[in-house]
């Protein structure tokens, strides 16, 4: 695990724009997931079926164009998870997901409701709302403080936000917050998010875990 720089952030603020080029709509809603077993690495098809899908069912595709589906991509940190307008909405999904292993990721909606999380051994151990609050991140979970950390980014951009806002000042472009926690999930797992994860043929299935 790396801190995070101000060199990530520009990156995803990048990588964004780009996808905002590609297809606007996946700038909106995103799930990005890394899924790392403790002992043995998992596949892609344990990964699938955790999520409870069929990985016999699995046919190539990308994230732009699969609506529902989500793609799985075997890698040597784990199994990495992408999707567009999904979330964990399945209460048991920890509990399968992350037996024996730990997973780590960012998801938000259009609506604003996002979520920076860590599971491990069947539970949410720590999971982090308002990303972008000049309060800072608010943690919540079984171990609040587990990424506290790790959170050294997000309580610098909430610090910017307080100091813009006694200050009365309008920022000229929108604050990093999301490309902030994303950057914040690959100093955790050390996958980096880029381009041709999106528009590269992956494997892809229906997974009820996420909707």
């Not at 604050?175 to 050390?190: H, I, K, M």
Request: aromatic fraction near 10%; glycine fraction near 8%; charged fraction near 20%.
């Amino acid at each position: 695990m790396s801190p995070v720089t101000p060199d990530m952030i520009n990156y995803y603020v990048q990588l964004r724009q780009d996808l905002g080029r590609v297809d606007p709509y996946i700038n909106e809603a995103m799930f990005w997931m890394v899924v790392r077993g403790h002992a043995e690495p998992l596949t892609v098809a344990d990964v699938a079926r955790r999520l409870g899908a069929d990985p016999h069912a699995a046919s190539p595709g990308t994230v732009l164009e699969l609506g529902e589906h989500v793609v799985l991509e075997q890698s040597d940190r784990g199994v990495i998870v992408l999707a567009q307008n999904a979330y964990p909405s399945d209460p048991d999904i920890w509990a399968r997901l992350t037996e024996n292993a730990q997973a780590w990721g960012f998801w938000w909606l259009v609506n604003n409701a996002h979520e920076l999380f860590y599971a491990a051994d069947g539970v949410l151990v720590t999971s982090v709302g308002q990303v972008s609050s000049p309060y800072g991140p608010e943690c919540f979970g079984q171990d609040p403080t587990a990424l506290d950390a790790h959170l050294g980014a997000l309580r610098a951009l909430g610090e910017r936000m307080k100091a813009d806002d006694e200050a009365g000042v309008k920022p000229a472009t929108p604050y990093p917050d999301w490309e902030t926690a994303l950057a914040t999930v690959e100093a955790l797992t050390g996958v980096r998010l880029d381009l041709d994860r999106f528009t590269r043929k992956q494997q892809s299935v229906y997974a009820p875990g996420l909707s």
